[in-house]
Protein backbone atom coordinates (compact mmCIF):
# COMPACT_ATOMS: atom_id res chain seq x y z
CA UNK A 1 0.00 0.00 0.00
CA UNK A 2 1.41 3.37 -0.89
CA UNK A 3 2.13 5.63 1.73
CA UNK A 4 0.80 9.55 1.76
CA UNK A 5 2.40 12.42 3.55
CA UNK A 6 0.08 14.36 5.34
CA UNK A 7 -0.10 16.96 2.53
CA UNK A 8 -2.01 14.56 0.24
CA UNK A 9 -5.13 16.09 0.35
CA UNK A 10 -4.21 19.58 -0.12
CA UNK A 11 -1.92 18.31 -2.86
CA UNK A 12 -5.78 16.46 -4.77
CA UNK A 13 -7.59 19.51 -3.45
CA UNK A 14 -4.79 21.69 -5.58
CA UNK A 15 -5.49 19.37 -8.96
CA UNK A 16 -2.49 17.62 -8.43
CA UNK A 17 -2.07 14.43 -10.32
CA UNK A 18 -0.81 11.90 -7.82
CA UNK A 19 1.18 9.32 -8.55
CA UNK A 20 3.70 6.34 -7.12
CA UNK A 21 6.87 7.46 -6.35
CA UNK A 22 9.94 5.19 -3.82
CA UNK A 23 6.46 3.67 -2.14
CA UNK A 24 4.65 6.94 -1.46
CA UNK A 25 2.01 8.47 -3.74
CA UNK A 26 2.82 12.12 -4.70
CA UNK A 27 1.63 14.98 -7.22
CA UNK A 28 3.95 14.72 -10.29
CA UNK A 29 2.12 17.63 -11.35
CA UNK A 30 -0.41 20.26 -10.80
CA UNK A 31 -2.81 21.74 -13.47
CA UNK A 32 -0.32 24.59 -14.16
CA UNK A 33 1.73 21.91 -15.97
CA UNK A 34 5.47 21.21 -15.37
CA UNK A 35 6.88 23.46 -17.63
CA UNK A 36 5.16 26.58 -15.87
CA UNK A 37 6.05 24.85 -12.40
CA UNK A 38 9.67 24.91 -13.28
CA UNK A 39 9.80 28.19 -15.18
CA UNK A 40 8.42 29.12 -11.70
CA UNK A 41 11.46 27.87 -10.05
CA UNK A 42 13.66 29.57 -12.19
CA UNK A 43 12.51 32.98 -12.26
CA UNK A 44 10.36 33.51 -9.00
CA UNK A 45 9.94 30.17 -6.56
CA UNK A 46 8.48 27.21 -6.22
CA UNK A 47 7.42 24.93 -2.92
CA UNK A 48 8.06 21.11 -3.10
CA UNK A 49 6.33 18.06 -0.52
CA UNK A 50 9.36 16.25 -0.33
CA UNK A 51 8.46 14.32 3.09
CA UNK A 52 9.00 10.79 1.39
CA UNK A 53 12.68 11.69 2.25
CA UNK A 54 13.96 10.35 5.49
CA UNK A 55 15.97 12.35 8.31
CA UNK A 56 18.19 10.36 11.04
CA UNK A 57 19.58 12.03 14.15
CA UNK A 58 23.14 11.48 15.55
CA UNK A 59 24.13 12.18 19.12
CA UNK A 60 26.63 10.63 21.39
CA UNK A 61 29.99 11.06 22.58
CA UNK A 62 30.85 9.00 19.80
CA UNK A 63 29.01 10.41 16.98
CA UNK A 64 32.00 12.46 15.24
CA UNK A 65 33.76 9.55 15.06
CA UNK A 66 31.17 7.31 14.15
CA UNK A 67 30.13 9.47 10.79
CA UNK A 68 33.66 10.20 10.00
CA UNK A 69 33.93 6.31 9.79
CA UNK A 70 30.76 5.86 7.74
CA UNK A 71 30.78 8.58 4.87
CA UNK A 72 33.24 10.05 2.70
CA UNK A 73 33.38 13.69 3.37
CA UNK A 74 36.00 14.83 6.27
CA UNK A 75 33.22 16.21 8.86
CA UNK A 76 36.01 17.80 10.77
CA UNK A 77 36.38 20.94 8.01
CA UNK A 78 32.77 21.68 9.53
CA UNK A 79 31.54 24.12 11.81
CA UNK A 80 28.08 23.87 13.85
CA UNK A 81 25.16 25.44 11.46
CA UNK A 82 27.43 24.07 8.11
CA UNK A 83 25.38 21.41 6.23
CA UNK A 84 27.24 19.30 2.95
CA UNK A 85 26.44 17.09 0.49
CA UNK A 86 28.06 13.37 1.04
CA UNK A 87 28.11 9.20 0.12
CA UNK A 88 27.56 6.46 1.88
CA UNK A 89 29.66 3.65 0.10
CA UNK A 90 29.69 -0.26 0.14
CA UNK A 91 33.28 -2.17 0.76
CA UNK A 92 33.66 -2.35 -2.89
CA UNK A 93 33.42 1.34 -3.30
CA UNK A 94 29.78 1.59 -5.03
CA UNK A 95 27.34 3.50 -3.67
CA UNK A 96 24.63 2.72 -0.99
CA UNK A 97 22.97 6.41 -1.44
CA UNK A 98 23.88 10.21 -1.33
CA UNK A 99 22.68 12.11 1.83
CA UNK A 100 22.90 15.34 3.16
CA UNK A 101 24.71 16.47 6.61
CA UNK A 102 23.83 18.90 9.23
CA UNK A 103 26.26 19.62 11.78
CA UNK A 104 23.86 20.95 14.46
CA UNK A 105 25.11 22.45 17.84
CA UNK A 106 23.42 19.00 19.77
CA UNK A 107 24.64 16.62 17.47
CA UNK A 108 23.93 15.28 13.47
CA UNK A 109 21.36 15.38 11.31
CA UNK A 110 21.34 12.91 8.12
CA UNK A 111 19.18 13.42 5.37
CA UNK A 112 18.57 10.28 3.40
CA UNK A 113 16.91 9.17 0.19
CA UNK A 114 13.16 8.05 0.18
CA UNK A 115 13.60 4.33 -1.16
CA UNK A 116 17.28 3.89 0.48
CA UNK A 117 15.50 5.07 4.17
CA UNK A 118 15.41 1.50 5.68
CA UNK A 119 18.65 0.17 3.94
CA UNK A 120 20.41 3.42 5.06
CA UNK A 121 19.57 3.10 8.55
CA UNK A 122 20.28 -0.60 8.66
CA UNK A 123 23.35 0.07 7.18
CA UNK A 124 24.45 2.53 10.25
CA UNK A 125 23.22 0.57 12.77
CA UNK A 126 25.50 -2.60 11.22
CA UNK A 127 28.42 -0.35 11.56
CA UNK A 128 27.57 1.05 14.86
CA UNK A 129 29.23 -1.61 17.03
CA UNK A 130 31.49 0.01 19.76
CA UNK A 131 30.75 3.54 19.18
CA UNK A 132 28.96 5.51 21.89
CA UNK A 133 26.21 6.86 20.11
CA UNK A 134 21.72 7.40 19.77
CA UNK A 135 21.08 6.73 16.00
CA UNK A 136 17.59 7.96 15.56
CA UNK A 137 14.90 7.55 12.65
CA UNK A 138 13.12 11.06 13.14
CA UNK A 139 11.75 10.62 9.62
CA UNK A 140 7.65 10.16 10.85
CA UNK A 141 8.11 13.65 13.12
CA UNK A 142 9.85 15.57 10.77
CA UNK A 143 7.75 17.15 7.93
CA UNK A 144 10.28 18.20 4.82
CA UNK A 145 9.76 21.10 2.65
CA UNK A 146 11.62 22.59 -0.06
CA UNK A 147 11.15 26.47 -1.13
CA UNK A 148 13.08 27.01 -4.12
CA UNK A 149 14.05 30.31 -6.78
CA UNK A 150 15.09 33.73 -6.44
CA UNK A 151 12.30 34.63 -4.63
CA UNK A 152 12.21 32.05 -2.15
CA UNK A 153 14.02 34.25 0.93
CA UNK A 154 12.47 37.19 0.06
CA UNK A 155 8.87 35.33 0.64
CA UNK A 156 10.53 33.12 3.51
CA UNK A 157 11.71 36.83 5.06
CA UNK A 158 8.40 37.88 5.32
CA UNK A 159 7.38 35.14 7.47
CA UNK A 160 10.21 35.58 9.98
CA UNK A 161 11.90 38.14 12.43
CA UNK A 162 15.59 36.04 11.85
CA UNK A 163 17.60 37.28 9.34
CA UNK A 164 17.59 35.15 6.63
CA UNK A 165 20.61 36.97 4.36
CA UNK A 166 23.14 36.22 7.31
CA UNK A 167 22.75 32.32 6.41
CA UNK A 168 25.04 31.29 3.88
CA UNK A 169 24.70 28.56 1.06
CA UNK A 170 25.08 24.91 2.46
CA UNK A 171 23.85 26.57 6.17
CA UNK A 172 21.29 26.20 8.05
CA UNK A 173 19.85 27.73 11.22
CA UNK A 174 17.16 27.47 13.65
CA UNK A 175 14.34 29.61 13.60
CA UNK A 176 10.76 30.26 14.09
CA UNK A 177 8.92 31.02 10.46
CA UNK A 178 4.88 31.68 10.67
CA UNK A 179 4.97 30.99 13.99
CA UNK A 180 6.58 27.36 13.38
CA UNK A 181 10.05 26.86 15.35
CA UNK A 182 12.05 24.92 12.24
CA UNK A 183 15.39 24.31 10.97
CA UNK A 184 15.99 25.91 8.05
CA UNK A 185 19.16 25.00 5.43
CA UNK A 186 20.19 27.07 2.81
CA UNK A 187 20.16 23.83 0.40
CA UNK A 188 18.22 22.46 -2.69
CA UNK A 189 17.83 20.61 -5.77
CA UNK A 190 17.13 22.50 -8.31
CA UNK A 191 20.37 25.23 -9.01
CA UNK A 192 18.59 28.22 -7.24
CA UNK A 193 18.57 29.93 -4.07
CA UNK A 194 16.30 28.50 -1.58
CA UNK A 195 15.75 26.56 1.58
CA UNK A 196 15.08 23.14 2.60
CA UNK A 197 12.94 23.00 5.64
CA UNK A 198 12.45 20.35 8.53
CA UNK A 199 9.48 21.17 10.73
CA UNK A 200 7.14 19.41 13.19
CA UNK A 201 4.97 16.97 11.13
CA UNK A 202 2.01 18.69 13.13
CA UNK A 203 2.52 21.87 12.01
CA UNK A 204 2.35 21.35 8.29
CA UNK A 205 -0.96 22.00 6.95
CA UNK A 206 -0.74 24.88 8.87
CA UNK A 207 2.77 26.23 7.53
CA UNK A 208 1.83 24.86 4.08
CA UNK A 209 -0.79 26.77 4.09
CA UNK A 210 0.81 30.05 5.34
CA UNK A 211 3.38 29.79 2.86
CA UNK A 212 1.53 29.43 -0.41
CA UNK A 213 -0.76 32.56 0.60
CA UNK A 214 2.68 34.41 1.58
CA UNK A 215 3.91 33.89 -1.60
CA UNK A 216 1.31 33.80 -3.99
CA UNK A 217 1.83 37.50 -4.80
CA UNK A 218 5.57 36.48 -5.53
CA UNK A 219 4.37 33.73 -8.15
CA UNK A 220 5.01 31.02 -5.38
CA UNK A 221 3.49 27.57 -7.20
CA UNK A 222 3.59 24.18 -5.31
CA UNK A 223 5.60 21.87 -7.82
CA UNK A 224 5.41 18.33 -8.24
CA UNK A 225 7.88 15.59 -9.05
CA UNK A 226 7.88 16.11 -13.04
CA UNK A 227 9.24 20.38 -12.26
CA UNK A 228 11.54 19.12 -9.67
CA UNK A 229 13.43 16.16 -11.91
CA UNK A 230 13.45 18.15 -14.85
CA UNK A 231 15.33 21.25 -12.57
CA UNK A 232 18.04 18.98 -11.19
CA UNK A 233 18.91 17.13 -14.44
CA UNK A 234 19.75 20.86 -15.87
CA UNK A 235 22.07 21.24 -13.02
CA UNK A 236 22.94 17.52 -13.99
CA UNK A 237 22.40 16.65 -9.88
CA UNK A 238 22.51 12.98 -9.39
CA UNK A 239 18.87 10.90 -9.00
CA UNK A 240 19.19 7.69 -7.25
CA UNK A 241 18.73 4.81 -9.50
CA UNK A 242 19.19 6.64 -12.37
CA UNK A 243 22.99 8.71 -12.23
CA UNK A 244 23.83 6.53 -9.14
CA UNK A 245 23.42 2.87 -7.54
CA UNK A 246 24.74 0.42 -6.21
CA UNK A 247 26.61 -0.45 -9.90
CA UNK A 248 28.36 3.22 -9.56
CA UNK A 249 31.45 4.30 -7.73
CA UNK A 250 31.99 8.07 -7.17
CA UNK A 251 34.42 8.65 -9.80
CA UNK A 252 32.36 7.19 -12.29
CA UNK A 253 29.56 9.20 -11.05
CA UNK A 254 31.38 11.85 -10.83
CA UNK A 255 31.25 12.84 -7.36
CA UNK A 256 34.81 12.18 -6.20
CA UNK A 257 35.04 15.92 -5.40
CA UNK A 258 32.99 14.29 -1.99
CA UNK A 259 35.95 11.49 -1.28
CA UNK A 260 38.11 12.89 1.63
CA UNK A 261 40.88 9.89 1.01
CA UNK A 262 43.26 11.83 3.39
CA UNK A 263 41.57 11.48 6.17
CA UNK A 264 41.45 8.45 8.57
CA UNK A 265 40.08 5.37 7.49
CA UNK A 266 36.39 4.84 6.44
CA UNK A 267 34.27 2.59 5.17
CA UNK A 268 35.32 1.81 1.29
CA UNK A 269 38.44 3.67 1.73
CA UNK A 270 40.60 1.46 -0.15
CA UNK A 271 38.46 0.70 -2.94
CA UNK A 272 37.73 4.13 -3.32
CA UNK A 273 41.14 4.69 -3.82
CA UNK A 274 41.77 1.76 -6.26
CA UNK A 275 39.20 3.35 -8.02
CA UNK A 276 40.85 6.86 -8.20
CA UNK A 277 44.09 5.46 -9.36
CA UNK A 278 42.80 2.98 -11.76
CA UNK A 279 40.90 3.67 -15.13
CA UNK A 280 37.29 3.73 -15.00
CA UNK A 281 35.29 1.66 -16.81
CA UNK A 282 32.61 3.92 -17.57
CA UNK A 283 31.92 7.89 -17.15
CA UNK A 284 28.89 10.05 -16.36
CA UNK A 285 28.47 12.51 -19.36
CA UNK A 286 26.34 14.87 -20.71
CA UNK A 287 25.30 14.91 -24.01
CA UNK A 288 23.28 17.11 -26.27
CA UNK A 289 20.95 15.49 -29.59
CA UNK A 290 21.99 16.46 -32.84
CA UNK A 291 18.96 14.84 -34.76
CA UNK A 292 16.08 15.51 -33.03
CA UNK A 293 14.76 12.99 -30.76
CA UNK A 294 14.49 12.57 -26.69
CA UNK A 295 17.15 10.42 -25.20
CA UNK A 296 14.78 8.38 -22.57
CA UNK A 297 15.95 6.69 -19.77
CA UNK A 298 17.74 3.25 -20.27
CA UNK A 299 18.15 4.03 -24.04
CA UNK A 300 21.86 2.09 -25.28
CA UNK A 301 24.64 4.57 -26.33
CA UNK A 302 26.31 3.11 -29.64
CA UNK A 303 29.58 4.89 -31.10
CA UNK A 304 30.11 2.80 -35.30
CA UNK A 305 27.07 0.76 -34.24
CA UNK A 306 28.38 -0.41 -31.10
CA UNK A 307 26.15 -0.61 -27.77
CA UNK A 308 28.91 1.51 -25.21
CA UNK A 309 26.82 2.97 -22.87
CA UNK A 310 23.09 4.03 -21.69
CA UNK A 311 21.03 7.04 -21.10
CA UNK A 312 20.18 7.57 -17.30
CA UNK A 313 18.31 10.76 -17.87
CA UNK A 314 17.10 12.83 -21.01
CA UNK A 315 14.63 15.60 -21.76
CA UNK A 316 14.37 18.79 -23.43
CA UNK A 317 15.30 21.18 -21.27
CA UNK A 318 12.82 23.69 -20.38
CA UNK A 319 15.17 26.70 -19.63
CA UNK A 320 17.67 25.99 -22.47
CA UNK A 321 14.89 24.98 -24.84
CA UNK A 322 17.49 21.97 -26.48
CA UNK A 323 17.30 17.83 -26.04
CA UNK A 324 19.95 16.75 -23.71
CA UNK A 325 21.09 13.80 -21.60
CA UNK A 326 23.38 12.29 -19.24
CA UNK A 327 24.44 8.86 -19.54
CA UNK A 328 27.21 6.32 -18.55
CA UNK A 329 29.89 5.70 -21.61
CA UNK A 330 33.66 4.17 -21.50
CA UNK A 331 36.15 7.05 -20.60
CA UNK A 332 37.62 7.19 -24.55
CA UNK A 333 34.19 8.99 -25.60
CA UNK A 334 33.81 11.80 -22.61
CA UNK A 335 35.66 14.49 -25.06
CA UNK A 336 33.95 17.49 -25.40
CA UNK A 337 32.01 17.04 -28.88
CA UNK A 338 32.80 13.62 -29.16
CA UNK A 339 29.51 12.55 -31.24
CA UNK A 340 27.72 9.40 -29.93
CA UNK A 341 24.20 7.49 -31.35
CA UNK A 342 21.37 7.08 -29.12
CA UNK A 343 19.43 4.36 -30.06
CA UNK A 344 15.87 5.01 -29.80
CA UNK A 345 13.78 2.40 -30.51
CA UNK A 346 16.72 0.38 -32.35
CA UNK A 347 17.56 3.49 -34.79
CA UNK A 348 20.40 5.52 -34.06
CA UNK A 349 20.02 9.40 -33.29
CA UNK A 350 23.17 11.47 -33.31
CA UNK A 351 24.54 13.24 -30.25
CA UNK A 352 27.76 15.03 -28.70
CA UNK A 353 28.89 15.12 -25.60
CA UNK A 354 28.86 18.62 -23.83
CA UNK A 355 29.95 20.41 -20.67
CA UNK A 356 28.43 20.12 -17.43
CA UNK A 357 25.83 21.24 -15.69
CA UNK A 358 24.01 21.98 -18.74
CA UNK A 359 22.66 25.09 -16.54
CA UNK A 360 24.75 27.09 -14.34
CA UNK A 361 23.54 26.52 -10.89
CA UNK A 362 22.86 30.37 -9.04
CA UNK A 363 23.39 30.17 -5.75
CA UNK A 364 23.34 32.47 -2.65
CA UNK A 365 27.33 33.84 -3.16
Given amino acids: MMQRTLLYEQHVALGGRMVPFSGWELPVQYPTGPLTEHNAVRTAAGVFDIDHMGQFSLTGPDAHAFLQYVQVYDISQMQPWDAHYSLLCYEDGTLIDDIFLYRLPSGWMIAVNADNRAKDLAWLQAHSHGFQIELTDISDETYMLAVQGPKAAAILQRMTDTNLDAVAARTGLRAAVGGVEMLLGRTG?????????????????????????????????????????????????????????????????????????????????AALLKAKLEANQKILVGFEMIDRAVARDHYEIAVDGQVVGHVTTGMKS?????????????????????????????TPKRAKVVRRPFYKPRYKE
Wanted: net charge negative; hydrophobic share 40%.
Fill in 318 to 346: PTLDKFLGLGYVPPAYQKLGTEIDILVRG
Fill in 189 to 269: YTGEDGFELYLPADAALTFWKDLLAAGKDDGLLPCGLAARDSLRFEVCMPLYGHEIDATINPYEARQGWTVSLDKPDFLGR
